[in-house]
């Protein structure tokens, strides 16, 4: 064979191994910034052939522990975070209130936290059996925890506010936007409850 033809036909086979090499790179490497996305280890894992039992796959398939769907919250979110299903599914109403009250009290200073908003029944059921696993009884646990049928926070009715100074703050200033405490164990808990402006009844038990 020529030399010269051997040489080129040699360079094309290089040529063509590269690009494959370059192909092959690109798509392993899309494959893990997909994975990387989503972040259970089982859907990292596509060879694995075991079942499919981490806790974001047991919420996805709607049992176990709840979670941002069911309305948990993160550390310190904020009334503005509105991509939460926890602040987004509360009562309009409600929510402009708080939102309006997380401004004032930004004016003085407080920075103004939720840590529940809405829930679902099924984390306000999960809530109530831990209570009962921790009191003994329905009976006493429906002393600490409302159940899914009564809670204003299944509703979207209720929220909880902190931290304590937030309390404090929205204690003595809720009223101007409608929000009083209105349990009188939880200085955390709101409700729009009197006329923005109004007074507030005194908290039931
Ligand atoms: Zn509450």
């Keep these: 064979m020529d030399q010269l033809v051997a040489n080129r036909k040699r360079e094309r086979r290089l040529t063509i191994l590269i690009a494959l090499a370059v192909v092959a790179a690109t798509i392993s490497f899309g494959v893990a910034a997909c994975s990387s996305l989503d972040q259970t280890p089982s859907s990292t894992s596509v060879n694995s052939s075991e079942p499919d039992d981490t806790p974001s796959a047991r919420h996805r398939s709607g ?4 979670g941002a769907a069911d309305g948990v919250l993160p550390d310190n979110a904020s009334p503005f975070d509105t991509d939460l299903p926890g602040i987004a599914k509360l009562n309009p109403k409600l929510l402009k209130a708080v939102q309006a009250a997380a401004k004032a009290a930004e004016h003085d200073g407080i920075e103004l936290h939720l840590t529940t ?8 059921e999960e809530l109530m ?7 003994g009884s329905r009976e006493k646990a429906l002393q600490y925890v409302a159940s899914p049928e009564t809670s204003h ?3 979207g009715n209720a ?20 929000l009083c405490q209105t349990l009188a164990n939880e ?19």
């Design 159 to 178: 929220v909880d506010i902190g931290p304590t100074d937030a309390d404090d703050w929205v204690n003595r200033h809720g009223n101007k936007f409608g």
């Design 63 to 66: 049992g176990g522990i709840p």
């Design 129 to 135: 059996e831990k209570a009962i696993q921790r009191y």
């Design 117 to 124: 908003g809405w829930r679902s029944k099924k984390y306000q």
């Design 153 to 155: 926070h299944v509703t």
């Design 187 to 205: 200085i955390w808990h709101f409700e729009l409850a009197t006329t923005p402006g109004g007074s507030c009844p005194a908290p039931g038990v």
